[in-house]
């Protein structure tokens, strides 16, 4: 079975710093991770994902993650955040092949992006 | 190419009661998986079906049961409604049901239970 942690329910910083958000997750099998972001009364939209390769992966709106295997992370990173990344954020995993296409979500970290 | 679709986007029922919800996957996706998010239990995954089938079960109670259609549309049914069965229930498409696939995720259907 597979689980994921983020690190921060809540984190609130100011426009244009940067921002990190951290994910730690847990497996007996290797996974595929995912980051995604859900704006309020909307569905969950990809911003990246890891599936093997480069350990530094860019995703839609600036935002980057590095996968960490000996450390089992896998954090979401930009450099410089605006009012408009204000949402919440989901850390994800799916057991590689083995379990479909089943996703194994974080609690969720809320991000504030204050003037 | 139109998103993952999901309707009705609210819904009240009664305790009880029981309910349906729909969902129409991206045009050439054949995967479809549910979802349930409360403020509680976060995002728990319901189940997955392929071709017509399931694939994949969470751990729900036996209330919760789905299926999906030839033309890979989804429904999802819930029987004898529990208070707790409030939450938002999301759909998802991908174009197989590899773990490597992006799954793309519908609105949401806003269940309440009175």
């Known amino acids: 079975a597979q689980s994921v942690t983020q690190l921060d329910s809540q984190v609130p910083v100011f426009e244009e710093a940067p921002v990190e958000l951290r994910c730690n997750y847990s497996?007996?099998?290797?996974?595929?991770l995912f980051w995604y972001v859900q704006y309020p009364n909307q569905g969950l939209q990809l911003l990246l994902k890891y599936l093997s390769g480069s350990t530094l992966v860019k995703g839609i709106n600036g935002f980057e993650a590095e996968f960490n295997k000996s450390q089992t992370s896998f954090h979401l990173r930009k450099p410089s955040v605006h009012i408009s990344d204000t949402a919440e954020y989901f850390c994800?995993?799916?057991?590689?092949?083995?379990?479909?296409?089943?996703?194994?979500f974080g609690e969720g970290t809320q991000l504030t992006v204050n003037p | 190419k139109a998103g993952v679709t999901q309707t009705p986007r609210y819904l009240i029922k009664t305790r009880g009661q029981q309910v349906t919800l729909s969902c129409s996957p991206i045009s050439g996706h054949r995967s479809v998986s549910w979802y349930q998010q409360t403020p509680g239990q976060g995002l728990q995954f319901l189940f997955e079906?392929?071709?017509?089938?399931?694939?994949n079960k969470g751990n729900f109670p036996g209330r919760f049961s789905g299926r999906q259609f030839s033309n890979s549309r989804s429904e999802m049914n819930v029987s004898t409604l529990e208070l707790g069965d409030s939450a938002l229930y999301l759909c998802?498409?991908?174009?197989?049901?590899?773990?490597?696939?992006?799954?793309?995720f519908g609105p949401g259907t806003r269940l309440t239970v009175l």
């Open positions: 994800a995993v799916s057991a590689g092949e083995t379990s479909g296409s089943r996703l194994t």
């Open positions: 998802a498409s991908s174009l197989s049901p590899s773990g490597a696939d992006t799954q793309y």
């Open positions: 079906y392929f071709s017509e089938t399931q694939r």
């Open positions: 497996s007996s099998v290797s996974v595929y």
